[in-house]
């Protein structure tokens, strides 16, 4: 990691461990919803990650335990503030990410920084991130959130949804 890289505190925060993030969240439980019995109306096994500097959360219900729930939503949580949180486009150099790959939210960040400097114009993000647009469509068709966050951006915008294959 380079200087610059160092002193990043949107790169610094979102590969900060599990243990070291949660320190700077509140977490919040709650009964979850939908389906699942007596066990999962009585017990308070849904999870609430609130990054308290920012206000940004994620919340994540789909399993009994809150444990598990905790350590989903927390993931959630990194990649909501991969986001929402802009600085300045720059293109992407490393490897394509997997999903769960600890850099992907870093990946995720410099996507959206490059699809907000080009108010959201896949083929001039692409060009900024150094890849087609066919190619920037197709990584990102990997994360239905994400697909679903820059189609509501471009519904603002005027421009049409991109269909995800």
């Known amino acids: 990691m380079n200087a610059e890289q160092n002193s990043d505190p949107r790169r610094?925060?979102?590969?900060l461990s599990d243990a070291e993030l949660l320190q700077l969240c509140r977490t919040d439980t709650m009964r979850g919803t939908g389906p699942g019995g007596q066990k999962r109306n009585k017990t308070?096994?849904?999870a609430r990650v609130t990054h308290m500097e920012s206000g940004i959360s994620a919340f994540d219900d789909q399993t009994r335990s809150q444990?598990?729930?905790r350590h989903r939503a927390l993931a959630k949580l990194r990649n909501e503030l991969a986001i929402k949180m802009r600085q300045p486009a720059q293109a992407w150099t490393e490897p394509l990410p997997a999903l769960k790959s600890p850099i992907y939210p870093l990946w995720l960040a410099c996507v959206f920084d490059a699809l907000h400097a080009s108010d959201f114009g896949l083929a001039e993000a692409a060009a900024i991130l150094h890849s087609s647009s066919g190619r920037l469509s197709k990584d990102l068709a990997r994360d239905p959130r994400a697909c679903q966050i820059i189609n509501q951006e471009r519904q603002k915008r005027g421009l049409h949804?991109?269909?995800?294959?």
């Open 12 to 15: 610094r925060l979102l590969l």
């Open 44 to 46: 308070e096994s849904a």
């Open 67 to 69: 444990h598990q729930n």
């Open 161 to 165: 949804p991109l269909r995800w294959n």
